[in-house]
């Protein structure tokens, strides 16, 4: 069976500070700059979750896009709108740098997947400079 890949493009806003609990205030700020601020910062995310796998040869699809919509959307929640620091369990004891970001990103929606085994990669832009890329372990 040929083998294709997908990809559905979410976005999100989210509040977060750069800061961790193993360094010093003077080491938070020289690794962190700006985003060490005490007050944080936010960024409108762009979340891109990549599937592969092959056809189906009854749907014709890799996989339902309603389906991965719902899905996708269950992750959201829990993000969107958020101070990430203080709203997700996971960046309560995570740095909420982007590489975490999308690491969260993946493992969350692989935890509500009904086929999880076609999740490929999710890919975190902070910015159009700045592009993360989990593929998972």
């Known amino acids: 069976m040929p083998t294709v890949t997908m990809e559905r493009v979410e976005m999100f806003s989210a509040a977060h500070r750069l800061n961790s609990e193993n360094l010093s205030v003077a080491e938070n700020k020289e690794t962190f700059g700006k985003c060490n601020n005490d007050n944080g910062h936010g960024h409108n995310?762009?979340?891109?979750v990549k599937l592969r796998g092959e056809v189906d040869p009854v749907s014709g699809m890799v996989y339902d896009l309603a389906k991965l919509k719902k899905e996708m959307n269950l992750v959201l929640d829990t993000v969107d709108h958020r101070n990430l620091d203080k709203d997700v369990e996971f960046?309560?004891?995570?740095?909420?740098?982007?590489?975490?970001?999308?690491?969260?990103?993946?493992?969350?929606?692989?935890?509500v997947m009904s086929n999880?085994?076609?999740?490929?990669?999710?890919?975190?832009?902070?910015?159009?400079?700045?592009?993360?890329?989990?593929?998972?372990?």
């Open 45 to 48: 995310y762009v979340w891109k």
């Open 91 to 111: 960046f309560k004891t995570t740095v909420s740098t982007s590489e975490n970001v999308a690491i969260y990103m993946y493992e969350k929606l692989k935890s």
């Open 116 to 137: 999880p085994s076609v999740l490929y990669k999710c890919t975190i832009e902070e910015t159009p400079k700045n592009v993360f890329t989990y593929k998972g372990n």
